[in-house]
């Protein structure tokens, strides 16, 4: 049997471990680990008995965002096809964001693109201190579409109108000053980070935490399925254009897009 | 010949630089800067040519805000003409912020009043350590309301409750700290930070780059409504043609306190 691309353990004391299982490839998105995502956090939301949800990754990198080979996949989608298939992957960025439980991503390596979606969808981040962060989708001529909502909330517009359009690497201390992370430590020491910050969640009151998490959604404004629907038909429009067949040909051809020569940079 | 009062430059990789140009007065604006802008802007916008625009001030600052000698002439001018002055700089200000390519503003010694806003509405802001920011208006007693929305975006309510009820001045590593400030370089360093993030910028698909910076404007709700800006407007020009206002203005060409200052507790 192949190995489970998610996995999920629940302990005795009702905290959950959900871990990206794709280290071979640091742990790229497609469609597979999508549909196993959100069957990890479909399952997690309907139980009363978890009081915290982890989410770690096995690995070098914690997350490197959607693998590129699906892309390419998506991109001989019809057009409905490829919304569909964004829409898919904005609802399991929504399905983790509204876990009715504290969710606490645990991040032992480098995030990229929807990576850092992953991470800015759970309410705490703690990362190990040599952890990179890009948003980097602007590189293959594609834009962060359904992970911008959340990524706008985490770093606010001004952090994300530099990230999102230089899609430069930033290291964790940088990714802890906009706002993305809220702790940074040394690797060995991120477990421990994560326990204390467990424990101090499981003193407080189930319900009053699971209010409180709705509460602060409610007042910075939710990700209404009107969003949804907008940012997936952005991404689905922009995977049909010139620019991103550009973007995608010239990865895979392993050379410098056109508008990067246009450029001479 | 005068000199013109914003100069304009793109190079061969589609770089644009657009420098205000009125050292003798610290670049301060008038109403020709502010139809240069506009007319600028609309002109970069459309060039198929531009990937993105850097903003700087020649001399020995950045930019000083309004040219208070012309300010205290507009509030002299008829009701219609004085809201057709702010209705001109509202729409400056927002043309910047809404601007549909990246935008970097370098900037050294003084941005105070206006060119606070100017700051937040680019996507990218480097200062050098010697830089000091102000949001000076209330200090003169006339307001800043057209450039409101964008600091609020860039600092956020609380910041900009503080600075400008307070019009204190602040310095590069604290405008970095909230927010207004994306990276501090040493004095004379501002091209040389500067060079990796525009490098950056070039290396992400054009078309790409309009659609994240659409995005990331719709929804940090980072637009300004024809709605707002005319209120916004009509309250600047209102607020210039007050008892208040014409003293603010009058002690600062007088250089006296205004007659509202008890003085030193």
Do not use: N, S, Y
């Given at each position: 049997m192949a190995e489970e691309l998610v996995l999920t353990e629940i302990d005795k004391r009702g905290v959950a471990t959900v871990t990206l299982n794709r280290a071979e490839v640091h742990n790229a998105l497609n469609d597979a680990v999508v549909d196993a995502l959100r069957a990890a956090f479909d399952g997690l939301a309907a139980r009363?008995?978890?009081?915290a949800v982890i989410l770690a990754a096995r690995g070098k990198s914690f997350s490197a965002g959607a693998d590129l080979k699906w892309m390419r996949q998506v991109a001989e989608f019809s057009p409905a096809e490829n919304k569909a298939d964004a829409l898919r992957i904005a609802e399991v960025f929504d399905k983790l964001n509204t876990l009715p439980m504290p969710t606490i991503a645990k991040i032992q390596g480098s995030a990229f693109a929807g990576g850092v979606g992953l991470v800015v969808c759970c309410d705490i981040a703690v990362a190990a201190e040599h952890a990179q962060f890009a948003i980097t989708e602007v590189r293959l001529g594609?834009?962060?579409?359904?992970?911008s909502p959340y990524v706008v909330g985490a770093i606010g517009p001004s952090a994300a109108r530099r990230y999102c359009q230089t899609a430069e690497r930033f290291d964790a201390q940088e990714a802890k000053r906009i706002g993305l992370l809220h702790e940074v430590v040394a690797a060995d020491a991120l477990d421990a980070a994560v326990e204390d910050i467990v424990g101090s969640i499981l003193k407080n009151a189930p319900a009053s935490v699971a209010a409180s998490k709705a509460l602060i959604r409610e007042t910075v404004g939710p990700v209404t399925e009107a969003m949804r629907e907008d940012t997936a038909s952005r991404i689905a429009a922009i995977r049909a254009t010139d620019e991103a067949k550009e973007g995608r040909a010239a990865f895979f051809e392993k050379r410098k897009p056109a508008w990067v020569a246009a450029g001479g940079a | 010949m005068t000199e013109p009062v914003l100069l304009c430059a793109t190079d061969a990789r589609g770089v644009a630089t657009v420098t205000f140009n009125r050292p003798q007065v610290n670049n301060a604006y008038n109403a020709d800067v502010i139809l240069g802008l506009i007319e600028i802007f609309g002109g970069l916008a459309t060039d198929?040519?531009?990937?993105l625009v850097v903003l700087r001030g020649n001399g020995r600052h950045f930019q000083a805000g309004a040219d208070l000698k012309w300010l205290r002439e507009v509030s002299t001018l008829t009701p219609e003409e004085n809201l057709e002055v702010s209705r001109n700089t509202t729409n400056a200000a927002r043309g910047l912020n809404e601007f549909p390519k990246p935008t970097i503003a370098l900037v050294h010694g003084g941005c105070f009043g206006g060119g606070t806003g100017i700051v937040a509405g680019c996507d990218i802001v480097i200062a050098s350590e010697d830089a000091i920011f102000s949001i000076t208006e209330a200090r003169w007693g006339?307001?800043?309301?057209?450039?409101f929305p964008q600091l609020n975006a860039a600092i956020g309510e609380h910041n900009v409750r503080r600075y400008s009820l307070t019009c204190e001045r602040f310095g590069a590593a604290r405008a970095r700290e909230m927010g207004l400030v994306d990276e501090v370089c040493a004095p004379g360093g501002l091209d040389a930070t500067a060079a990796p993030i525009i490098d950056a910028i070039l290396a992400g698909g054009p078309n790409a780059l309009r659609e994240t910076k659409r995005l990331i404007t719709d929804i940090g709700k980072l637009a300004v409504s024809d709605a707002l800006a005319e209120k916004l407007a009509q309250q600047h020009a209102r607020k210039r043609q007050t008892d208040e206002a014409e003293e603010g203005l009058k002690s600062f060409v007088e250089k006296r306190n205004p007659n509202w200052y008890p003085g030193r507790g």
């Open positions: 009363q008995d978890v009081r594609l834009l962060p579409a359904m992970i | 198929e040519a531009v990937r006339v307001m800043a309301g057209p450039i």
